[in-house]
């Protein structure tokens, strides 16, 4: 469905630091550098696959990253203690909380889920789904 998503950083290093912690336990991504003539970026696809990517990126326009009010990037997770993995590892990645891992039933059976702010304030959200039948 995506073909991929980004958010901005003011502290690429710090982002990609960051953004390792919380993705490895859920054995979703490997960081790949994609030099592409833009703004200095990082970016993590899933092994063996070559969409979707996240990248993170310093802004094209060179002005100050800023994270967008009401936005988010959810991670799935395959199992809930990946979700307590990702999230602590986070915190210790410099990430602050958002929201810690637990049950969420009001979105769907067997949902469980964390939310973090990355370093520049972007909410992040780690997810396992139980039941994939969503509600409507």
Request: glycine share 12%; net charge negative; proline share 10%.
């Amino acid at each position: 469905m995506f073909s991929h998503i980004t958010v901005g950083t003011n502290d690429l290093d710090q982002a990609a630091a960051f953004y390792d912690a919380v993705l490895i336990p859920l054995g979703l991504c490997r960081r790949v550098v994609t030099p592409d003539g833009g703004p200095p970026s990082a970016c993590w696809i899933k092994p063996d696959s070559v969409l979707p990517r996240f990248y993170v990126y310093c802004p094209f326009d060179r002005n100050d990253a800023a994270a967008g009010n009401g936005s988010m990037v959810a991670f799935s997770a395959p199992h809930a203690e990946a979700v307590n993995e990702a999230y602590a590892a986070g915190l210790n990645a410099g990430g602050a909380d958002a929201g810690a891992p637990g049950p969420r039933p009001h979105y769907g059976d067997g949902y469980y889920g964390a939310y973090l702010h990355d370093p520049d304030g972007n909410k992040v959200h780690i997810v396992h789904r139980g039941d994939l039948h969503l509600p409507v």
